[in-house]
């Protein structure tokens, strides 16, 4: 993406943030989308191209999964970590081992995708992209939040497009209307046409919850109908988070905070490139984030992991920080970094939390979507809220750096594998996450 993995477009009102001109980003915030040469099944097995015309398209398949196999079974997630060796680098850089990444990987689970204060208010509505699968997620006049895939059941047009608000979906090809309840009420010229089930040509629906302040979608298979599945909290909870659920609401994760803005980094490295970053347990912080060191006290770096998800928590400076730089504290005293397999990050800390949707654009590219919420208290505190963006900002920029250097030397024929430092616990329970996903 390039096949994009999301795309999420947030509505109008969100642009209006009070970090409006505070930033000057460095990187790219927008890339083209170019299409697969072929589409891949999401509910056949891995690899499978849809209804093979030859013998030899079988076999090319065939080989694919055989090569990325091979692939996936470099990496033991038997080994413990004090001994185990890091998955090859062609984990990294292979363009058969990215696309099995799509398929297993990103289409099997509950992805997030938004926040709900995209779709505060009813006919609220925001678009976005899950692989191939392009989607809309609205509140109806009911308040009822639902998705559709965003394509016309008519000839396949993109139905909608970026985001804000609507009373009913019209389709910009041949004008045919649907209602924000999925429903076909207006089929244009189709007067005298035959053994044409308009009533059954409303939207795909998608599977779609909320936790928290997150919107989630999943990607099911075609037979999945929207009323036979109603998705409560509590199972969506338990499904995408685990039992880690209980410890991230302690941590004020799903409070009530204001959404200020959102922020995209493109990132030339693998989106998993990204993720080890994250989940090196501070290891890389007082080599390549001095600011933020300063902040923060390693002593009492922690990780805990979970089925699904890993926590890494660390003392911060709070008050004692606060004076020492006139009063300003970002961090407060406890910071939390919670990893949700395979692709999303929460960070609360102080009176703020960020969100890190890391979105695979191919396998050398990562497009990394930053949404940041305060306490409500302070969101109408210009300077620290541009200070704190400021610091925020930093960061990004000095992590985009580290990052895009491992993807070259990823690249470079003279490295294969690694090792582990023992902080390095999140990052090899990631990795032994992908392998079971991957494993054929």
Request: charged fraction near 25%.
């Amino acid at each position: 993406m390039m096949t994009m993995l999301a795309t999420i477009t947030p509505p109008s009102s969100t642009l209006k943030s009070t970090t409006t001109g505070y930033l000057k980003l460095h990187l790219k915030f927008s890339v083209s989308v170019s299409q697969s040469a072929r589409r891949r099944c999401l509910d056949q097995s891995l690899f499978c191209t849809r209804d093979p015309i030859s013998s030899s398209s079988r076999v090319v398949a065939a080989a694919s999964a055989s090569n990325t196999s091979n692939l996936v079974e470099e990496f033991d997630p038997e080994i413990p970590v004090e001994r185990a060796l890091t998955p090859p680098s062609s984990w990294y850089t292979d363009h058969q081992f990215h696309r099995g990444e799509l398929d297993r990987v990103f289409y099997g689970g509950w992805q997030v995708v938004g926040c709900s204060d995209h779709i505060k208010d009813n006919r609220d509505f925001f678009t976005g992209r899950l692989g191939e699968v392009e989607f809309v997620v609205c509140r109806d006049d009911d308040g009822t939040i639902n998705a559709f895939h965003n394509v016309c059941s008519h000839h396949a047009s993109i139905l909608a497009s970026g985001s804000g608000r609507k009373s009913c979906f019209v389709c910009p090809y041949h004008g045919w209307t649907y209602s924000l309840n999925g429903s076909l009420v207006k089929a244009t010229r189709m007067t005298g046409i035959e053994n044409s089930a308009l009533n059954e040509m409303g939207l795909k629906p998608l599977r779609v919850a909320v936790w928290g302040p997150f919107v989630l979608l999943k990607v099911t298979q075609a037979t999945w109908k929207k009323e036979e599945d109603v998705e409560s909290d509590g199972l969506v909870a338990s499904e995408w988070l685990g039992s880690s659920s209980g410890r991230l609401s302690e941590g004020g994760v799903d409070s009530h905070l204001s959404f200020i803005c959102r922020r995209e980094y493109t990132i030339d490295c693998n989106w998993k490139v990204f993720c080890d970053n994250y989940l090196d347990g501070g290891y890389h912080v007082p080599y390549a984030h001095k600011g933020l060191m300063s902040g923060l006290d390693l002593e009492t770096y922690s990780t805990t992991l979970f089925e699904r998800v890993s926590i890494q928590e660390c003392g911060g400076g709070g008050s004692k920080a606060g004076e020492e730089d006139g009063g300003f504290d970002r961090l407060g005293s406890q910071a939390l970094y919670a990893f949700v397999y395979p692709n999303f990050m929460i960070n609360r800390y102080g009176p703020w939390m960020d969100t890190n949707l890391v979105i695979p654009l191919g396998p050398r590219k990562c497009k990394v979507v930053f949404d940041y919420f305060l306490d409500s208290s302070l969101k109408d505190d210009e300077a620290f809220i541009r200070r704190s963006l400021e610091e925020s900002e930093r960061v990004q920029m000095e992590d985009a750096v580290l990052c895009e250097n491992v993807q070259r030397g990823l690249e470079s024929p003279a490295y294969d594998k690694g090792r582990y430092a023992l902080v390095e616990k999140a990052m090899h329970h990631f990795h032994c996450l992908l392998h079971r996903n991957l494993k054929i």
